[in-house]
């Protein structure tokens, strides 16, 4: 027993996976595990155990997938809401906004739980968890580039600061905030009934994913609120965040890229983010069916600030239909702005930009584009 005990965990997902194989031939299997040893990650992905339906566990889920991710075991989670006991509607729902950026976001319960679907919660709870839903199913192209990449590299989708700022001594013990990726700083909700918490900023300039208000940090805690329907997410300086459709399972619209938030950086004045497309269903990547869409910005030019988004689809018809750019921590309008040499007309809010044009709003620093072209190869420049 002994000797096999750490093997039996893999070797059990292995047969599983061998299984698969046989009875549904070209179809990637789908395989989920508590159990296992180093080299896990390449049969199944992996939940943390019967947790409990208490805010101390959920709090303890943000190291414990970060020293996972770190393990090489990127595809990780915790059952939102616990698994054990009873969870007040309110911890199920920082538990599924914290979840909904985590790399296996599942919520799970034992039989006799009182229910933990968000329908089950009744308001503002249910709302507030379709909202966070919907913004995971918008993540998904990110999401699905990072695990691309780890499955590459192994470098971890989900991440302790420390990971991205190791020079910050501030970072090397922190346990309650992470990286999603190297663009998305997440601070979730932890304890019950708190509207406020402090989130360390490492230097730099950070975009509010919610809002685009701007914090401009020297390295230092900041008390930031968080109501009910809000808990502080942020993106770096440098971001470029492509996101997709919102929709009710994979598979149920035809993928596009609704909107992508681009944070320019004056330290970062160029930067691209490779998006990473396949068909999501079969085992055809690993014949090199796939393609990629370089979404990417230049503000070297001084006045200008030049994007490009281009497919290559030599592999893999990977284009696809590019709505709306927001760019972020943008404080003037720009003269004119021109998408591939035509230019754009000025809107009079952001409300009017399902058709071509321009909106800045100064309030917010955020300059909106209504593009609505295919990723093929689209050219924009803004001259400010």
Excluded at 79 to 99: I, K, S, Y
């Amino acid at each position: 027993h002994a000797y096999v005990h750490n093997a039996y965990g893999n070797l059990m997902s292995q047969a599983t996976g061998e299984a698969f194989a046989r009875l549904l031939p070209g179809v990637r299997p789908f395989v989920i595990t508590r159990a296992g040893c180093g080299g896990i990650q390449r049969h199944a992905c992996v939940w943390t155990g019967d947790n409990s339906s208490w805010w101390e566990h959920l709090l303890m889920a943000i190291p414990m997938c970060c020293n996972m991710s770190l393990s090489g075991v990127s595809f990780v989670g915790a059952d939102v809401g616990g698994f054990m006991d009873n969870a007040h509607p309110e911890l199920v729902t920082r538990w599924t906004q914290f979840g909904s950026f985590v790399p296996l976001f599942r919520s799970h319960s034992m039989i006799r739980s009182t229910p933990h679907e968000p329908y089950a919660l009744g308001e503002p709870y249910t709302s507030i968890c379709r909202d966070f839903i919907k913004l995971r199913y918008r993540l998904l192209p990110y999401l699905y580039t990072l695990m691309r990449q780890c499955s590459h590299d192994g470098t971890p989708v989900m991440r302790p600061m420390v990971y991205d700022f190791p020079d910050d001594p501030a970072t090397h013990a922190m346990y309650d905030q992470f990286m999603l990726g190297p663009d998305i700083m997440v601070a979730p909700v932890y304890m019950e009934g708190a509207v406020n918490r402090p989130v360390y900023f490492p230097r730099g300039r950070w975009a509010s994913l919610s809002d685009g208000q701007i914090v401009e940090s020297a390295g230092e805690h900041l008390l930031i609120p968080c109501p009910l329907e809000h808990i502080p997410v942020y993106l770096r300086e440098g971001a470029i965040l492509p996101q997709g459709r919102e929709m009710s399972y994979v598979g149920q619209r035809k993928p596009a890229i609704e909107s992508i938030d681009i944070f320019t950086s004056r330290a970062i004045p160029e930067r691209t983010f490779t998006l990473y497309v396949d068909d999501g269903e079969t085992l055809d990547y690993k014949d090199g069916k796939f393609g990629f869409i370089d979404i990417s910005y230049n503000a070297r030019r001084p006045g200008t600030l030049a994007l490009t988004i281009t497919s290559r689809d030599e592999c893999y018809p990977c284009t696809m239909d590019i709505g709306v750019l927001h760019l972020l921590g943008v404080p003037a309008a720009p003269k004119s702005v021109e998408l591939n040499g035509e230019a754009l007309p000025r809107a009079m809010s952001a409300d009017e930009l399902g058709r071509q044009g321009f909106f800045h709003d100064p309030a917010a620093g955020r300059l909106t584009l209504g593009l609505h072209v295919p990723s093929r190869h689209a050219t924009v420049v803004a001259s400010f």
